[in-house]
């Protein structure tokens, strides 16, 4: 049996092994492979039976020149792949549906905490030495927030959104949440209002649902439009959730006090996206699910849906 890694170097840039793997035989890993360019991606392919991708695309002309038997994402996200023409070749298409719930979760309040307390930039200005040359004994470039008793609102209560929730109800905050479906776990955490009811009142607005069309640009000027002035909004789910020429107008005239995100519509980033420059508008490089426990994870699970398919019971098939 031959493995293809098609983009592994995110998975796994040299602090983790493939040998989970190397189990099922022969295994090649190319760290990247370019993701417009189909022939190439078939070549890489070759005559191995199982491939394993991140964000490369597998397409139906890639499928159809290749000898596939397993395509295996190292993500829950499998929209890179035609799995519709995969099935009616016969060829299962496997995610990892859960890895990194917790870091999640952790990374989208760590976004928040950096907008209300901006560490990062007051503890770059005590290494510039502007503190030794300070006349106060104390200095602070921008208002600090504090959130006990504030109102948050997760758009999404499912596994991450929970975990968000539960760190939030740590702070003491109001947790609000609309889903679309609703669960006795659920409803531990959060209070389960309409979207209108989130919107409305919340300090801090969380995205935490998947991108589906009924959830594409869900955050827009209609629904900006809705929420309290000065809000906060976060998110490391889709980047497609939202409008981002919306949202940066919204960050521009002080609607929206300050967004941190960690997607965008278009990854990696393009130099003509209009949140590049706008106001308090904080974007990390969609590192949220990227733990060194949460990739180590991703493998196990995915050698485990390897082992699971040549043993002919597959599992956390999407399609």
């Known amino acids: 049996?031959?493995?293809?890694?098609?983009?592994?170097?995110?998975?796994?840039?040299?602090?983790?092994?493939?040998?989970?793997?190397?189990?099922?035989?022969?295994?090649?890993?190319?760290?990247?492979?370019?993701?417009?360019?189909?022939?190439?991606?078939?070549?890489?392919?070759?005559?191995?039976?199982?491939?394993?991708?991140?964000?490369?695309?597998?397409?139906?002309?890639?499928?159809?020149?290749?000898?596939?038997?397993?395509?295996a994402v190292l993500a829950t996200g499998y929209n890179v792949v035609d799995y519709v023409y995969a099935r009616k070749k016969g060829i299962p298409v496997v995610n990892v549906p859960s890895y990194g719930t917790q870091i999640v979760g952790q990374y989208a309040v760590g976004l928040l905490l950096e907008i209300c307390s901006h560490y990062g930039y007051h503890a770059q200005s005590v290494a510039d030495g502007r503190w030794e040359?300070?006349?106060?004994?104390?200095?602070?470039?921008?208002?600090?927030?504090?959130?006990?008793?504030?109102?948050?609102?997760?758009?999404?209560?499912?596994?991450?959104?929970?975990?968000?929730?539960?760190?939030?109800?740590?702070?003491?905050?109001?947790?609000?949440?609309?889903?679309?479906?609703?669960?006795?776990?659920?409803?531990?955490?959060?209070?389960?209002?309409?979207?209108?009811t989130l919107l409305s009142q919340s300090d801090v607005i969380f995205l935490h649902c998947p991108l589906f069309p009924e959830t594409e640009g869900i955050i827009n000027k209609d629904t900006i439009k809705k929420m309290k002035d000065g809000v906060i909004l976060i998110n490391n789910s889709r980047g497609q959730l939202v409008v981002e020429e919306d949202l940066a107008e919204a960050l521009n005239c002080g609607k929206i006090y300050a967004a941190g995100l960690d997607v965008v519509s278009t990854e990696p980033i393009r130099k003509d996206n209009p949140l590049l420059g706008a106001k308090n508008c904080l974007i990390t490089p969609h590192i949220s699910w990227a733990a060194k426990e949460a990739r180590q994870r991703i493998m196990d699970i995915t050698a485990d849906n390897i082992r699971a398919f040549l043993n002919g019971e597959p599992v956390n098939v999407v399609n």
């Open 133 to 196: 040359r300070n006349d106060d004994w104390c200095y602070w470039d921008f208002p600090l927030i504090e959130l006990h008793g504030k109102t948050a609102g997760i758009i999404g209560l499912g596994r991450i959104g929970q975990a968000t929730a539960k760190i939030l109800n740590g702070m003491d905050m109001k947790v609000l949440a609309y889903d679309t479906y609703q669960s006795e776990r659920g409803r531990a955490l959060a209070e389960y209002v309409d979207l209108d």
């Open 1 to 71: 049996m031959e493995v293809v890694v098609l983009d592994g170097y995110t998975e796994n840039p040299g602090d983790l092994s493939w040998e989970a793997l190397e189990q099922f035989g022969k295994v090649t890993v190319y760290d990247r492979t370019s993701y417009e360019e189909s022939p190439i991606i078939a070549e890489r392919i070759g005559n191995a039976q199982i491939v394993v991708t991140n964000k490369t695309p597998i397409s139906k002309e890639t499928i159809d020149r290749c000898n596939i038997r397993l395509i």
